[in-house]
């Protein structure tokens, strides 16, 4: 489980880093009156997005104790939460097949 929560976080991580670029581009076009594909606040919506999967991430983490889970249902939960995560990076050379939901 370790491994899924890592690759999680680091698909966020390059997410993240991919949306502040865009959101400097697309504010920089927009004042120079250059029409972008997407307005500012699209990236904000984005990088919205990855900071909710982040505290999913998170709660699901701690919830697994590292040799245990801390209580009975928390581990179909908790599994069943980071597949589905992991579900969008699908086509990522380091996503395992079972990590696919």
């Known amino acids: 489980m370790d491994a899924l929560i890592e690759f ?7 997410d ?4 502040k670029r865009q ?9 120079v009156g250059r029409r ?3 307005p500012p606040d699209h990236y904000s919506r984005v990088l919205a997005d990855v900071e909710a999967k982040r505290r999913i991430v998170a709660r699901c983490a701690e919830t697994f104790a ?3 889970w801390k209580s009975d249902d928390a581990p179909d939960m908790a599994r069943e939460t980071l597949r589905d995560l992991a579900g969008a ?5 380091d996503c395992r097949p079972e990590w696919r939901p």
């Open 66 to 68: 590292g040799d245990g």
């Open 8 to 14: 999680l976080q680091a698909r966020l991580a390059e």
């Open 23 to 31: 959101e400097r581009v697309a504010i920089r076009t927009h004042h």
């Open 16 to 19: 993240h880093a991919w949306a």
């Open 89 to 93: 990076y699908a086509d990522h050379p």
């Open 36 to 38: 972008s594909p997407h």
